[in-house]
């Protein structure tokens, strides 16, 4: 069975970071794009970023950049995003969703891991 | 990059039919047939219903199908169920190789 478990949110002052973390199994994670979606209270969903099978390619909405990385270790079935310099509007449910190669299809996701960015 | 235009509620009764569209530009939706379209209910994971435009993932039902023409997308939903009731988001690949959902679209079944 396909499963994608996020862990490592929490409450967070702004400006602080925050490191999540995916764990995949039951497929072979090199062998997807894998991707962050959030959605804030009220809100819809928002794309993050995503990052090719070997790591070699990344890529962010404008409001990631500079300050979140996403990374992957297909060797430990996981793929992280690195949150730095958080804001208010950061507050969220991350998703971690897997896509494979040249199609739209994000099959599985995450059941979410709350970020709650607030002083 | 813009979220993609999709009304903020439909609704229908049981049995009838509806469409929700999702509107992009020429940067997105109109320059691939890498759209799809997730159902969520609060508090669940997000679940695909349609990718590339029209195919439907293994255990959807056929009473959901999507289209596209230019650059908005479409789904439809027939023989509507309560179980149908749900936001749905539509995405595009962009021209920038970055992902964009749209605002999302609440369903009602009456």
């Known amino acids: 069975e396909v499963q994608l478990v996020e862990s490592g949110g929490g409450l967070v002052q702004p400006g602080g970071s925050l490191r999540l973390s995916c764990a995949a199994s039951?497929?072979?994670?090199?062998?997807?794009?894998m991707s962050w979606v959030r959605q804030a209270p009220g809100k819809g969903l928002e794309w993050v970023a995503n990052i090719k099978q070997d790591g070699s390619e990344e890529y962010y909405v404008d409001s990631a950049k500079g300050g979140f990385t996403i990374t992957r270790d297909n060797a430990k079935n996981s793929v992280y995003l690195q949150m730095n310099g958080l804001r208010v509007e950061d507050t969220a449910v991350y998703y971690c969703t897997r896509r494979g190669p040249g199609t739209s299809k994000r099959d599985s996701w995450g059941q979410g891991t709350l970020v709650t960015v607030s002083s | 990059q813009s979220a993609l235009t999709q009304p903020a509620s439909v609704s229908g009764s049981p049995g009838q039919s509806i469409t929700i569209s999702c509107t992009g530009t020429s940067t997105d939706i109109g320059a691939y047939n890498y759209v799809s379209w997730y159902q969520h209910h609060p508090g669940k994971a997000p679940k695909l219903v349609v990718y590339d435009v029209s195919y439907r993932p293994s255990g959807v039902s056929n009473r959901i199908s999507g289209s596209k023409s230019g650059n908005t997308a479409s789904l439809t939903i027939s023989g509507l169920q309560a179980e149908d009731e749900a936001d749905y988001y539509c995405?595009?690949?962009?021209?920038?190789?970055?992902?964009?959902f749209g605002g999302g679209t609440k369903l009602t079944v009456l």
């Open positions: 995405s595009s690949y962009t021209i920038s190789r970055i992902w964009v």
């Open positions: 039951g497929f072979t994670l090199s062998a997807y794009w």
